[in-house]
């Protein structure tokens, strides 16, 4: 088993920026590809962006392109969203999820979620 627990969510204003952070504990961290995965309310669950065991790659759903980042520390088992020029649309629960697979950008291949971490942005 692998526990996620999510932080750094809040409110911010559109043009903001924030950070999530996703700390990992129970069986070891190494292995899993590592991705963020958001959803807004009457929405379905959206992919974010996603980071291999070794950070070799990442990748971005459309919608975060060049406004988010993702990046991990292995040796702290935790994994970063950095998001910029946040805006209204941004608004969401926003969840880690840990995959075997290398490339993982759907959710049916994540074994392990967090609870989520709530980010609103006002206008």
Do not use: H
């Not at 958001?38 to 990442?58: C, D, L």
């Not at 975060?64 to 935790?78: E, H, L, M, P, Q």
């Not at 999820?97 to 989520?116: E, H, N, S």
């Amino acid at each position: 088993q692998v526990q996620l627990v999510e932080s750094g969510g809040g409110l911010v204003q559109t043009g903001g920026s924030l950070r999530l952070s996703c700390a990992a504990s129970g069986r070891t961290f190494g292995g899993y590809t590592m991705g963020w995965f958001r959803r807004a309310p009457g929405k379905e669950r959206e992919f974010v962006a996603a980071i291999t065991w070794s950070g070799g790659g990442t990748y971005y759903g459309e919608s975060v392109k060049g406004r988010f980042a993702i990046s991990r520390d292995n040796a702290k088992n935790t994994v970063y969203l950095q998001m910029n020029s946040l805006k209204p649309e941004d608004t969401a629960v926003y969840s880690c999820a840990a995959a075997p697979d290398v490339i993982a950008t759907t959710q049916i291949q994540y074994d392990y979620w967090g609870q989520g971490t709530q980010v609103t942005v006002s206008s």
